[in-house]
């Protein structure tokens, strides 16, 4: 999910999405990690691929986001909050 919400702001290569992800507590990962899961996120189509020249060594692959992600992202955003909201809900019982 945080993949996709990242990405649907602009467009990152997977070296930028693992420094991304780095800034947000929790959310490190190694590209060992970030790759297969834009791999599959491709493969399901909520993301396209395109490569690009880089300034310095190879050429970069981008991702970016489609409609199917925007969707995704969505669907995993409500389940997000409905688990949120229950988690808080027995945290609150617990510590009444």
């Known amino acids: 999910m945080a993949i996709l919400a990242l990405l649907q702001h602009r467009d990152y290569y997977g070296g930028e999405l693992v420094e991304a992800l780095a800034h947000y ?8 990690t970030i790759y297969p ?13 395109r490569w690009e020249e880089s300034p310095a060594g190879p050429p970069r692959k981008y991702y970016s986001f489609t409609a199917n992600g925007r969707a995704q992202l969505v669907a995993l955003a409500a389940e997000w909050r409905e688990l949120q909201t229950a988690l808080n809900s027995i945290l609150d019982e617990e510590t009444s």
Not at 26 to 31: C, E, H
């Open 25 to 32: 507590p929790g959310l490190d990962a190694t590209s060992g």
């Open 37 to 49: 899961i834009l791999k599959r996120l491709a493969k399901a189509g909520h993301l396209a691929t």
